[in-house]
């Protein structure tokens, strides 16, 4: 029997757990009776390339994991494929079943059924029916599937022994191709968020013993990796654990940086100690904001006060040790856009190194999707389940946001332009607004800007709406190397030797070669030396003059 995976991603640098998770539970006869193959992809692969690749395997029965982003890629593969080559069965898992799938099963009836939860424990019982072709898999809890006009339901599934699971690298069909890998050390989540799948089950949270990560880390090393992001959905939900390991993680330093995500409300005793005494680089630190207001905070029913989380980015950042990324999400409930605006601000005043806005999803079986109505939550019907107004935010306002998000990406987590953008929204926030405005419903917002463009567009802004920023635009444009003969730079003049009667404390009478270039400021001459012999644009030198 030819078993074939699906695996489409979201682009080549990301690889799903799901197969390799699945396909350690199974001994070493059921793995060779199943010939395995996997036809990889991404979500912008050709998609006649994934149907012909998944044909020519003459697949006996398919599998695949659907997620709001590779959904619909996977389904317009499968269609077509069952519509070519007719396989015995095509089985689906993963976070878009944990709600009522009756409709997404009668809309395809291709699908032979979809798996609702954790399916570590009963894939080798799964497998082995298939093998024997007994379709005693019915009976094993978390499958749906429509039989005779009918919907069947068994409930989710949850991993009840998550430790002594064999782990995903175990597998043959991991792949160790990528820049980094996932690693679960933890499984469950002691918070509820309402729009997190994570806070649907009840089941307690399941962590591995410490002791038994430093053999993962020490193969995830042999195999070049340099990256390990690791998947608990609150790292430090249990500060002690948390300590110890930032404790065997600290052994990894110059050979591994991890990823974690961090409740920043939530830091507090013994994670907090080792936080201050962690090697600089070997953290990248995700920390949950959503919101800070804590009426939003309250109808998400998400723990922790917004106070508290403000001190513990703060604290974040005060370490030094690691870049903090923070995160906003447009669309919950009682969210107005002057709110979102108004966290956005207070944000950039505290400083991450990146902040990251989204717009609401509503994900399949959580507590926003399935009381979307009675909150007066409107949502896209197809993926990625988008929320599009709510009683709070309109259409226009969610819209608004998303442009919003756009000039965070330009020129806020540009760190070429960061400290620029900063100083100019905090000393004047209505600008804010006023570039969300200036640039909505533009071209801009729907493609990549290079370094120049994101300098002529934030000049071009400022001399339309804050001309009292033009110099500080023009400063960061030639500190960014960018060129003295473009629009930016308009507001600098060349000194010259024999005409010039501003006296230049860099001149160099040995270089001819050098050209001389000054702005004046209102305490200060700003100069910068030019030698197109040694530097095709960026100036050779910098030096600021006192007046």
């Not at 317009?76 to 009522?100: D, H, T």
């Not at 540009?414 to 620029?420: H, Y």
């Not at 500080?472 to 507001?491: F, M």
């Not at 010039?500 to 100069?527: A, C, G, M």
Request: include cysteine; charged fraction near 25%.
């Amino acid at each position: 029997m030819n078993f074939v995976w699906l695996d489409i991603n979201a682009s080549w640098s990301h690889s799903s757990l799901a197969l390799p998770a699945l396909h350690a539970q199974l001994d070493s006869n059921t793995k060779n009776e199943c010939n395995w193959q996997v036809v990889r992809g991404t979500i912008k692969s050709d998609i006649a390339s994934i149907i012909e690749q998944t044909i020519q395997t003459q697949p006996t029965y398919i599998f695949a994991t659907c997620w709001l982003f590779n959904n619909n890629y996977i389904n317009e593969v499968l269609c077509r494929v069952n519509a070519i080559c007719k396989p015995k069965g095509i089985f689906l898992g993963g976070p878009e079943f944990l709600g009522n799938n009756k409709e997404f099963l009668n809309a395809r009836p291709y699908i032979t059924a979809v798996f609702k939860g954790e399916g570590e424990e009963m894939f080798p019982a799964f497998v082995k029916s298939l093998l024997l072709d007994n379709n005693k898999w019915k009976e094993i809890q978390g499958w749906e599937y429509i039989e005779n006009g009918l919907y069947h339901s068994s409930g989710e599934e949850v991993v009840k022994d998550f430790a002594s699971l064999n782990t995903p690298e175990e597998s043959e069909l991991f792949s160790w191709d990528k820049s980094f890998v996932q690693l679960e050390t933890s499984r469950g989540c002691f918070n509820s968020c309402k729009f997190c799948v994570s806070g649907i089950s009840k089941a307690p949270v399941q962590d591995l013993p410490i002791s038994s990560i430093q053999n993962r880390l020490d193969t995830i090393v042999s195999k070049g990796i340099k990256e390990v992001r690791i998947l608990d959905r609150t790292f430090n939900a249990n500060p002690k654990r948390a300590k110890e390991f930032i404790d065997l993680a600290a052994k990894y330093k110059s050979k591994l940086k991890f990823h974690l995500e961090i409740h920043p409300a939530l830091i507090r005793g013994e994670f907090k100690e080792v936080l201050e005494t962690v090697p600089e680089d070997l953290l990248h630190v995700e920390a949950g904001i959503q919101s800070l207001q804590e009426n939003v905070l309250t109808a998400c029913s998400r723990i922790g006060s917004n106070q508290k989380a403000i001190e513990g980015l703060k604290y974040l950042l005060s370490t030094n040790k690691f870049e903090v990324h923070a995160d906003l999400i447009a669309g919950l409930p009682e969210y107005s856009y002057k709110q979102l605006i108004k966290d956005t601000i207070s944000l950039m005043e505290i400083g991450p190194h990146e902040i990251q806005l989204e717009s609401l999803k509503l994900l399949a079986g959580t507590y926003f999707r399935n009381n979307s109505e009675s909150l007066g939550i409107e949502y896209s019907p197809t993926p990625p389940y988008e929320v599009l107004k709510t009683k709070d935010i309109s259409y226009k306002e969610i819209s608004k946001a998303m442009t919003l998000s756009k000039i965070l990406d330009f020129w806020y987590n540009d760190s070429r332009w960061r400290n620029l953008f900063k100083k100019i929204i905090c000393k004047e926030n209505d600008l804010l607004e006023e570039m969300v405005c200036y640039l909505h419903g533009t071209e801009y917002i729907t493609q990549p800007l290079s370094l120049e463009s994101k300098g002529i567009l934030l000049y071009r802004f400022c001399k339309e709406k804050a001309a009292h920023f033009l110099k500080d635009v023009a400063l960061e444009w030639i500190k960014n190397g960018l060129s003295i003969n473009k629009e930016p730079a308009e507001l600098f003049k060349q000194w010259h030797f024999k005409d010039s009667d501003i006296e230049n404390p860099v001149f160099d009478k040995d270089n001819i070669r050098n050209k001389y270039y000054y702005l004046i400021t209102e305490s200060q001459i700003h100069w910068f030396i030019f030698n197109k012999e040694i530097e095709r644009i960026a100036p050779i030198r910098y030096y600021i003059q006192e007046l």
